[in-house]
T-cell receptor
Framework: DAGVIQSPRHEVTEMGQEVTLRCKPI?????LFWYRQTMMRGLELLIY????????DSGMPEDRFSAKMPNASFSTLKIQPSEPRDSAVYFCASSSEANSPLHFGNGTRLTVT | DAKTTQPTSMDCAEGRAANLPCNHSTISGNEYVYWYRQIHSQGPQYIIHGLKNNETNEMASLIITEDRKSSTLILPHATLRDTAVYYC?????????????FGKGTLLTVNP
């Protein structure tokens, strides 16, 4: 079991650029989550997918953020345009069912200069 | 709004049991208590969860008081690799049961 795989591990970009973060959930899991972690706000849920359908995107900060799940084995989180305040660690997690334990990837550390 | 209260930090000697407390006095009857930990530079890792009864797995034991207003996570023989932030989470029930709301957690430092 390879676990949840996220790429890239680190991303450094300039303000205004588009950033795409990628996630491969554990095979067979039908729930996928994107979280963001900062020192100030801790871990926050951004969006939740079930069976590839976005169910709750109330945590997405603003329209610059978008997430997709084109199939059961891949999801992306896009920020366009990026801003310095988007700097954070972004985690993807998956679970076999909505109320099952979540398995997290090791995150993407994003730095926007 | 985290529903739990945990100490900010704790220390434990290597080889000793680490007992991490958590208060969740407003927990509802069908809400589970979950524990996760986050080792530096890694994603949160699931440890254990329970509803009413005490639970044990290969990582830890979870003791929930009879009134369910508090719980204790026990690492029976702490090692240096157990140094991490430990999160106690009350998972919402019903339609929002997918939500895990993380608080600030307890930084456990295991000392040699």
């Amino acid at each position: 079991d390879a676990g949840v795989i996220q790429s890239p591990r680190h991303e450094v970009t300039e303000m205004g650029q588009e950033v795409t973060l990628r996630c491969k959930p554990i095979s067979g899991h039908n729930s996928l989550f994107w979280y963001r972690q900062t020192m100030m706000r801790g871990l926050e849920l951004l969006i939740y997918f079930n069976n590839n359908v976005p169910i709750d995107d109330s945590g997405m900060p603003e329209d610059r953020f978008s997430a997709k799940m084109p199939n059961a084995s891949f999801s992306t989180l896009k920020i366009q345009p990026s801003e310095p305040r988007d700097s954070a660690v972004y985690f993807c997690a998956s679970s076999s069912e909505a109320n099952s334990p979540l398995h997290f990837g090791n995150g993407t550390r994003l730095t926007v200069t | 709004d985290a529903k739990t209260t945990q100490p900010t930090s704790m220390d434990c000697a290597e080889g000793r049991a680490a007992n991490l407390p958590c208060n969740h006095s407003t927990i509802s009857g069908n809400e589970y208590v979950y524990w996760y930990r986050q080792i530096h530079s890694q994603g949160p890792q699931y440890i254990i969860h329970g509803l009413k009864n005490n639970e044990t797995n290969e990582m830890a034991s979870l003791i929930i008081t009879e009134d369910r207003k508090s719980s204790t996570l026990i690492l029976p023989h702490a090692t240096l690799r157990d140094t991490a932030v430990y999160y106690c989470i009350v998972r919402e029930s019903g339609g929002s049961n997918y939500k895990l709301t993380f608080g600030k957690g307890t930084l456990l430092t295991v000392n040699p």
